[in-house]
Each structure stands twice: as C-alpha cells, then as structure tokens.
C-alpha cells in the first residue's frame, strides 16, 4: 500500500538574514502584537505557525486581513530558538558534567546537583528572556516604562529575504490572485455568519408617460385585456462594470463622501479572483526543490471572481467581511452574498498585557522559585517528548530539510498509487490568524458590530445595485421585492440568534457568543 505522504526535500533556506524591516500595512496593529506574544505563550500555536509559513512554504500564504504574518513567524522562530538554545546547553553541560565523572573530577553526587543546578538556570533564564521579550518588545504601546509594540521583529537565519517578499506578496488581498487548498474559497476570513443569493430577470422597465420613444420597446400585441407594457430597452453592462460601480459607490458613501462622523473606518473595497491550486505534476512521482517553485495554473480553470468588502474594527481585532459575486447568464443577473467574521484573538493571548512593566527582585525571586517547582515537570514533558520527537527524528541524516506533501489515500486493489503523478496542493487552507481566533466574543459590543457592518454594508449594497440597474433601464419591481425580502429575513428572530443549537431556522451553521451561537439568515 503507498503511503499517504510523499517526501521530498526542501530548498535549503538562504544563510542571508534579513534587515530591521519597515513594517507593512497592518504590522503594528494590535491584532499582530497579540499573535505574536502568542507564539510565546502557548507553544502549540508556536509549532502551527512555523508549520503554515516555514515548513509548508510551497503553500500560499492565506490573506492577512488586519494583521502582518511576517512579524509573527519571526517571534515564533525567535521563541523556537530560545528553546532549542536552553536544551543545547543543558545537554552540552550534561555531557561536560559526564565527562568529568568519568575522568574523576567530580564525584556522583557533585554531578549530579551540577546536572540539576543546570537544569533549573537553564529553565529560569529561559522564563526570563521570555518575560523581558513580553514586558518589552510586545507591551501594548501606552508608556508606563515599556517600550511598546512597534511591528519591528527579531532577526533569525530562516527568515530570509525571499521568505519575507513571498509572506508579504502572498498574504496581500488587494485585487490579486487568491488560491484557496480546501473546500472554503474565502480562506483567513474566519467565520461564515450571513449567507444568501438571488437571482433576477434583466428586464427593461415600463415605459412613462414622459419617455421619449426612443430606445422604447416594441408596442404590446393589441387586442388583450392585459397587454404587456411598452418597456425600454435594458442598456448591455458586464460583471466588471457592475463590479467596478459597486465598489466605487460603497467607497464614496462608507467613506469619502460620508461625514467625518459617520465615516466607517478601516474600510477596504477589493476585487479579488479566488482560484484553487491544485495541481497534477504530469511524468513527476518525486519532485524537486526546483519543481515545488514553478508556477503552475489550475487545470479546472475554476477562478470566480468576488468584490471583498473588508471592515477592521476594534484595532484590527474584529474583521468583517461581506464576499460579494455577480454573474450573467440567460439574461439573469445572478447576485451572491457571503458575510465572514473574524472573531477576537484568544483570550489566553492577552496575559501579554497583564504582565509587569519592569522586572525587579521580587518578580524574580517568584521567577526563580516557580521554574524550581515546575522544572521536573518541564524537564520529563520538554527534554523527553519534544527534544526527541520533534527535534532529533526530523535531524536525521536521511530525513533533513525533508518537508511532506500529503497525498490522497490509495484505495486501489495494488496500491497503484505509489506509482501515479504527484499531486501538489499549494493553495492556503488556513492563516495563522484563524489559529488564534477566540471561540466567542470578549465584550458584547464586539459582537453587536459585527451585527451592525454587516448590515450597513449589506444595506447599502443592495441600494448601490439597485441604482446601477435603474441607470441601466432594468425594470426594479422584482428587485425591490426580493431586497425587502432580504432585509426582512435580517430580523434578530432569524439571524445572528442565541441558542444551544448554534443555528437558525435556516439550518446555516453560526458563530458561537459566549452564551450560545451567532446564527445567519437566508434569502
């Protein structure tokens, strides 16, 4: 039976090291700083995010909606290092330590609290970096002593130049090219909570009393008791120009042309293509570095195009985004509506600013004796399990910088499969920000905002169409009907409502508050 993963070997990473960069756009948000003290505080994220960015790095990096990837894998690679450089001295002082026993230096019980006394300077000094790298460099920016977030990041020999450009480039959302790995298109935008399509008749509005002729329609067959209305003539139009209108009308009356008051910031009106990339290596069952950084095109041509309108509240912490699609088939115009949230950052993450702005004596005398209490635990859990597991098996003289391409299973009769074409998914199936995001919402209002540009949005979507048809001679009557249906069904009876069930009526599947789901309703 072939196996379900396919090894192949890494391009080796580049010893160049990147300089002090400028932060990029969202860098120093306070999403960005609360994922990177994340990489500190819980070293199961740690690993999730050098496995999306560093280790996966022929993937596609999902969109960063409010916050900049790059700062986060530097922290992560910066807290793999410190722990990697407590283990190398413990066991350099180890094998030391054993060398002078064997030599007679040192007696069995000298070595043995020498051994111990390591263990715990080790451990404590560890603790103290990774405080001082909290309290310091990932403080929120308030004064206070601390220096503050400034979406500056360590430097560390992975992090290349190429590295940083293919983050940055990639987790753009600005109008490129999108490339999903899963079932869900809108990868990095968390939640669906609203969701709904419709579908109407381009047909040319009844002609007024004060119409010209021109343009007008042909006149109704006489002779009948309802004729048809005399109508004009719908005026051609194309997905793009529609798409192009609607995003310039939402721009102009969300922001630029709305009082400063009433102006919706962190808004962002994008088109972007949204394709897969999984592709079929053809005469290719083992591929190469040189393989895996080809650029090779969706065979099923499967690309759709959508309008992303993007609002990042609450320092970037609460994102919503409405998906908007049109399509025109069989002179239809088909419209589609996906509305994604993405939730807060764990709760868990923000300890980084509950921490003490300055260590003195006292904090680390509770340092010293809390990494003596909890040493042996660290020591079994860490040294044993992750030093051997996850640092020595994939250091292997026959298994470095091996990276593994996941393979669909083999359930032919012969295990056929081990002889077939590589298939390489390098479309994203997750961004480190989905990682981090909370299962409910910290503070009430956070969720009602999300309730809130949803449907200011939603709302004002459906005005800016309706306009763009009424320019176009397209008859509005059912239009109007299935708008106020839409909006109708938008009611706290049938969207966004709390229960055990975490759905509505729709059965569409919702977002969890702290007391129960966030459901979404259905046209």
């Not at 990473?13 to 609360?34: C, F, G, I, K, V």
């Not at 798409?243 to 008051?261: I, W």
């Not at 839409?486 to 009526?505: A, M, Q």
């Amino acid at each position: 039976m072939a196996s379900d993963f396919l090894t192949v070997p890494a391009p080796s990473p580049e010893p160049d090291r990147p300089s002090a960069a400028r932060p990029a756009a969202d860098a120093t948000s306070n999403a960005t700083r609360l994922l990177c003290a994340g990489t500190y505080l819980d070293p199961v994220y740690r690993a999730g995010v050098i496995r999306e960015l560093l280790t996966h790095r022929y993937r596609v990096v999902a969109p960063s909606y409010g916050y900049d990837a790059v700062p986060v894998l530097a922290h992560a690679l910066a807290a793999r290092r410190l722990q990697r450089l407590r283990l190398a001295v413990f066991a350099a002082g180890a094998a030391v330590t054993s060398v002078l026993v064997i030599t007679g230096a040192l007696s069995g019980w000298t070595a043995l609290l020498a051994v111990l006394w390591l263990l715990w300077v080790t451990a404590f000094l560890r603790r103290v970096v990774t405080l001082q790298t909290l309290t310091r460099r990932l403080a929120p920016p308030t004064g206070g002593g601390r220096r503050g977030f400034d979406g500056s990041y360590p430097e560390h020999p992975e992090l290349t130049p190429e590295l940083v450009d293919k983050i940055r480039r990639e987790q753009s959302s600005d109008g490129t090219v999108i490339r999903y790995g899963g079932y869900k298109p809108f990868v990095g935008a968390g939640t669906q909570v609203r969701r709904w399509s419709n579908a109407e008749l381009l047909i040319g509005a009844p002609l007024g009393v004060f119409d010209g002729r021109p343009g007008a329609g042909p006149p109704a067959a006489p002779g009948t008791a309802g004729q048809e209305p005399k109508r004009k003539e719908v005026v051609p139009f194309t997905v793009e120009e529609l798409s192009a209108y609607v995003a310039d009308r939402l721009t102009a009356r969300l922001q630029a042309q709305a009082r400063p008051t009433q102006r919706i910031e962190g808004l962002a009106v994008e088109r972007s293509v949204f394709t897969t990339a999984v592709t079929t290596l053809r005469g290719v069952a083992e591929p190469t570095p040189e393989q895996l950084d080809g650029d090779w095109q969706d065979v099923h041509d499967t690309g759709r195009g959508y309008l992303c309108v993007r609002v990042g509240s609450w320092d970037q912490e609460l994102v919503t985004t409405a998906f908007v699609g049109f399509d025109l088939k069989g002179n239809t115009l088909h419209t589609e509506f996906y509305s994604y949230v993405l939730a807060p950052v764990r709760a868990s993450f923000r300890l980084v600013d509950r921490l003490p702005a300055a260590l003195d004596e006292r904090l680390l005398l509770k340092l010293a004796w809390h990494t003596l209490r909890g040493t042996p635990h660290s020591a079994v859990r860490s040294a044993a399990a992750r030093a051997a597991g996850a640092r020595v098996l994939p250091r292997l003289p026959w298994a470095k910088e091996k990276i593994r391409l996941p393979q669909p299973a083999d359930t032919s009769e012969f295990g056929l499969g081990r002889y077939a074409d590589a298939l390489l998914n390098r479309g994203a199936v997750t961004s480190v920000r989905e990682m981090a995001t909370s299962p409910h919402f910290h503070v009430f209002f956070q969720e009602t905002d999300t309730i809130k540009y949803t449907q200011i949005v939603e709302r004002q979507f459906l005005h800016v169409v309706r306009d763009f048809l009424y320019e176009h001679n397209v008859d509005l009557t059912e239009h109007e009907a299935r708008q106020t249906n839409i909006l109708n069904n938008y009611g706290h009876n049938n969207s966004f409502v709390h229960g055990d069930n975490n759905t509505t009526n729709s059965g569409t599947q919702s977002f969890g508050g702290p007391n129960g789901g966030q459901g979404a309703g259905s046209a």
